[in-house]
């Protein structure tokens, strides 16, 4: 028979060991229940991103050393001072890992000496806990239109401010149709006539390719823009056009044949529009229109 050992010598230890553990899991989970998130602080409580904005506001200030009117300092303080809480001056997509974004501004000088910029922003709707502006830049923030609300629902604009002096004066604001996906915006002309045009340009993660949202600036800079949209994917293609000779840009749709081994476009359909229909009207069909 074996003889039965006391060991007492490591029994306390042992004992001690294991209550120094429960005691720290117990404290470990305290720390992490009170461990406070300034992000999602921020996103229900206006006056604490408010506080944020500001703060990253007068860092900016104190580090640039080349400022001029209505600069991209100018335009964030203007936004933050004017519009509602949770707006915010958006930014492109980043090219790679390491490159600083560009804030999303075009300046443009008029025939006349007059100066704009261009800027668009992101808003939050009201009720709501407020956006991230990260949450709407990028090729996966492109599914943002298939999410739910839990980050906020963005509404985003393209804005003309008039610099007149060190003064950002608003000239229009008009809608972006898209809630996701931001990637660049640039400033171009039409092949056609010359007339200048704003390009908004969105990823589209759910048919791989790309959608972009073309502000036409017909007859005056100040004048409300024309939106026409355009896009290219796997299986979808919309290309500007020149159809009936006007002012107003027209577009070809692109006709997609999908088969078992190949996807290709082998037709299309030009879309024209109509001033006093305010529609594109599809030229072989009258009864199919689209708004932009």
């Known amino acids: 028979m074996f003889k039965k050992i006391n060991l007492p010598v490591y029994k306390y230890p042992f004992i001690l060991l294991v209550i120094l553990f429960l005691l720290s899991c117990e404290n470990k989970t305290k720390t992490e229940n009170n461990r406070i998130n300034y992000n999602e602080q921020a996103a229900f409580d206006q006056n604490k991103d408010a506080e944020i904005q500001r703060y990253n506001l007068e860092i900016k200030k104190k580090e640039s050393k080349n400022r001029f009117p209505c600069d991209t300092i100018a335009v964030i303080e203007h936004i933050f001072n004017n519009y509602p809480a949770g707006t915010y ?21 008029d025939k006349d000496g007059s100066k704009y910029v261009f ?19 990028g090729y996966d923030q492109s599914f943002i239109d298939l999410d739910s609300t839990e980050l906020g629902t963005p509404f985003l604009y393209l ?4 610099c007149d002096g060190d003064n950002l004066i608003k000239q229009w ?5 898209s809630h996701g996906g931001f990637n660049s915006i640039s400033l171009k002309k039409w092949i056609y006539n010359g007339s200048y045009y704003l390009e908004n340009n969105f990823h589209y993660a759910q048919g791989v390719g790309h959608i972009n949202y073309n502000y036409f600036l017909i007859d005056n800079i100040r004048n409300y823009p024309h939106l ?16 009936n000779n006007d002012k107003f840009p027209d577009y070809y749709e ?4 999908n088969l078992n081994d190949r996807v290709y476009s082998k037709d ?3 879309f024209k529009w109509s001033k006093k229909d305010t529609l594109y009207i599809n030229t072989k069909n009258s009864e199919q229109t689209r708004r932009y």
């Open 173 to 177: 604001e008009t809608p972006i149709p």
């Open 268 to 270: 299309s359909v030009a």
């Open 228 to 243: 026409l949209m355009t896009y290219n994917g796997t299986n979808f293609k919309r290309t500007l056009a020149n159809v």
């Open 159 to 162: 804005v003309l401010f008039e």
């Open 89 to 109: 001056l958006l930014e492109f997509d980043r090219t790679n890992t390491y490159n600083i974004p560009k804030p999303a501004i075009i300046y443009f000088a």
């Open 254 to 257: 692109h006709i997609f044949y």
């Open 119 to 137: 800027s668009v922003i992101a808003t939050s709707r009201a009720g709501e806990r407020l956006i991230e502006p990260t949450n709407v830049i």
